[in-house]
């Protein structure tokens, strides 16, 4: 199964950027990267998603290595709401199923 | 509203006595399924389906069972609880057809097993 790896926890001041890493080495060529983060006492919810171009939305930006085997999120200015566990998965598709697998993800602290 | 409504949101039951948690989305996704979330562990996927009557198990599907009778329902059932399924889980459903499975997470329902 394609896993990713991702640092536990992780610190950012307030308006500074964050950069949060995932490997992802085992991915295939159709798995899509996603993801998602999750504030205290809430359900994830969906941050960015890509396949192999670099993505920006209003939250993130998604920056993918050129071999894909891992990827980078981008906070452009933290701010204390950003303060949550972020998960990388991959969307792994094979034999006509799809699995959404999540790891541990990585907290993010904000420090004002 | 576009959303995945989890009912009970609370319950504490004690061991051996079956129950279903329900889940149901509005948005006419195909794909939907069940995660718990235990402290250290992050989130594990139980079962999923990707269509009505098609249903598969994810990487912790040992003491569940689910059905995916209508498109919009996927209830997560406890035949017998034990306190080791004491957590907090999960609902989630996404399009097959924009590509990607985005998907969209209920609010969550914490269940205590005694």
């Known amino acids: 199964d394609a896993k990713t790896t991702q640092p536990n926890s992780m610190e950012s001041n307030e308006e500074e950027p964050v950069h949060l890493p995932c490997n992802h080495s085992t991915i295939s060529g159709t798995d899509y990267i996603h993801w998602y983060r999750q504030l205290p006492s809430q359900g994830p919810e969906y941050v960015i998603h890509?396949?192999?171009s670099n993505v920006n939305n209003r939250m993130a930006s998604l920056a993918i290595a050129e071999d894909r085997k891992s990827s980078t999120l981008i906070l452009h200015r933290a701010t204390l709401r950003d303060a949550a566990v972020y998960y990388c998965i991959l969307r792994v598709s094979g034999a006509g199923s799809y699995q959404l697998t999540f790891g541990k993800g990585t907290k993010l602290s904000v420090i004002p | 509203e576009a959303q995945v409504t989890q009912n009970p949101r609370y319950l504490i039951t004690v061991t051996g006595k079956k129950l279903t948690v329900t889940c149901s989305q509005n948005?006419?996704?195909?794909?939907m399924s069940w995660y718990r979330q235990d402290p250290g562990l992050g989130l594990r996927q139980i079962y999923y389906s990707m269509n009505v009557e098609v249903t598969d198990k994810g990487d912790v599907p040992e003491g569940y069972k689910v059905s995916r009778k209508e498109k919009r329902n996927f209830p997560l059932i406890l035949e017998s609880p034990s306190p080791n399924q004491t957590s907090l889980y999960f609902c989630?459903?996404?399009?097959?057809?924009?590509?990607?499975?985005?998907?969209?997470f209920g609010a969550g329902s914490r269940l205590t097993v005694l």
């Open positions: 948005m006419n996704h195909e794909y």
């Open positions: 989630a459903s996404s399009s097959l057809t924009s590509g990607a499975n985005v998907l969209t």
């Open positions: 890509g396949l192999t």
